[in-house]
C-alpha cells in the first residue's frame, strides 16, 4: 500500500514541476507583439500589389490583414497612411493551382493553391522596417465542382480562405518578431 502512495505522489510532484517549468519558459499561446515599440498603435493596410494573373486576389489579401489587426486590443486600423503609426505594404506575388486527383472523366476532383506574398510592417514617422519578409507562402487544398459553373465560385471561395490562413501566419510572425 506504501508504494502506490509514494508512486502517486512522484507523479504529481513531476507533472507539477513540468507545469512550472512551461510557465517559467515565456511560451505563450499567441503572439503579442511585445518586441513592437508601445507607441505603435494605429496601423493602416495599404493596398496590396498583385503581380498575378488572378483578379481581386490582391483584395482578399488585405482584407485579411485588415480583420487580423481588427482582432487584437493592441491595434488599431486607420483609414489614412497620414494617420497611422505604422503600415503594412505587400504584394501578391504568386497564386497558382495544380491538380491533385481527377475524376474519371479526367476533369480535377482537388486543386491545391499556393499563394506567395512579399510584405513589410513599416513605422510612418522613421520609414524603419519593424518586420519584413520577401517569400511567405500558403497552401490550401479544396474540392473543384464537377459542374463547371460553379468552379469560378469554388476558386473564390478557396482562394478567400487562402488568403485569410497566408495572413494569419504572416501576422503570428510579425508579433513574435520571427
Same mark, same amino acid.
Given at each position: ?106 476533369? &480535377?476532383?482537388?486543386?491545391? !493553391?499556393?499563394? /506567395?506574398? #512579399?510584405? *513589410? +510592417?513599416?513605422?510612418?514617422? =522613421? $520609414? ?29 471561395? &478557396?482562394?478567400?480562405?487562402? !488568403?485569410?490562413? /497566408?495572413? #494569419?501566419? *504572416? +501576422?503570428?510572425?510579425?508579433? =513574435? $518578431?520571427?
Amino acid at each position: 500500500m506504501q508504494k502506490k502512495t509514494t508512486s502517486f505522489s512522484t507523479k504529481a510532484a513531476f507533472i507539477c514541476c513540468l507545469f512550472t517549468i512551461m510557465a517559467s519558459c515565456g511560451y505563450s499561446f499567441s503572439p503579442q507583439g511585445d518586441y513592437i515599440d508601445k507607441r505603435i498603435r494605429n496601423i493602416y493596410v495599404e493596398q496590396f500589389s498583385n503581380k498575378t494573373s488572378q483578379v481581386e486576389v490582391e483584395n482578399y489579401v488585405r482584407t485579411a490583414f485588415i480583420d487580423q489587426f481588427i482582432q487584437t486590443s493592441r491595434f488599431k486600423i486607420v483609414e489614412s497612411a497620414e494617420t497611422a503609426d505604422a503600415t503594412i505594404k505587400g504584394s501578391v506575388l504568386n497564386l497558382s493551382t495544380n491538380s491533385l486527383s481527377y475524376r474519371a472523366t479526367t476533369l &480535377a476532383a482537388e486543386e491545391r !493553391a499556393t499563394m /506567395t506574398l #512579399e510584405v *513589410t +510592417f513599416r513605422e510612418r514617422e =522613421s $520609414g524603419k522596417d519593424i518586420w519584413k519578409s520577401p517569400g511567405i507562402t500558403g497552401t490550401i487544398d479544396y474540392t473543384v465542382e464537377s459542374d463547371v459553373n460553379l468552379q469560378a465560385s469554388t476558386r473564390r471561395t &478557396a482562394f478567400i480562405k487562402l !488568403a485569410n490562413d /497566408t495572413a #494569419e501566419k *504572416t +501576422f503570428n510572425q510579425m508579433m =513574435s $518578431g520571427f
